[in-house]
């Protein structure tokens, strides 16, 4: 072993207890700007907020790539998709697609779709499971679409946690 002189040993012991320190701080702690991409964000807190914009941009980028214009989001199908997402945490339970777009189509919104999920903690989980599910696939990659709402609620009390709607129009 080597022997360090003076207090060059008790300045390493608290350099690494003070390094230590700093990488137990959980994501939680250090907030959402820390903990990476707002696509990887878990939406499994009371306090958790979903980046719209950067829903928006993701399925923008897949749509594009699919040779579709960009989604506009929307401030009516935004309310619409928020206000549904809460009547699912509420419930427990995922609500009939078929219900969600009676209501927007009352509202106006031509030819509307509608994804309703739950049990996807990020945002990532939700695009990929759609993405991976041809009939909600086809609500993203609607051409007939131009306007878009996105929302997620947290319940944690129920079964699948987290409850996602997004929702898409004329």
Request: charged share 15%.
């Amino acid at each position: 072993m080597i022997a360090l002189p003076g207090r060059l040993p008790r300045l390493a012991a608290i350099g690494l207890s003070a390094c230590l320190a700093a990488c137990s701080v959980s994501e939680a702690t250090r907030g959402p700007a820390a903990a990476g991409p707002s696509l990887y964000w878990p939406m499994t807190s009371t306090s958790a907020e979903l980046d719209a914009g950067a829903a928006h941009d993701m399925i923008a980028a897949y749509r594009r790539n699919k040779g579709l214009p960009a989604l506009a989001l929307d401030p009516g199908l935004q309310r619409l998709a928020e206000t549904e997402t809460a009547a699912m945490a509420a419930a427990g339970r995922p609500s009939q697609a078929d219900i969600v777009k009676t209501v927007a189509a009352r509202m106006g919104f031509g030819d509307p779709g509608a994804n309703l999920s739950a049990g996807y903690h990020t945002l990532a989980e939700a695009f990929s499971g759609w993405r991976e599910s041809p009939a909600h696939n086809a609500v993203m990659l609607d051409p007939a679409a131009t306007r878009m709402g996105i929302a997620t609620a947290y319940a944690p009390d129920s079964k699948y946690k987290v409850y996602w709607a997004l929702l898409t129009a004329k």
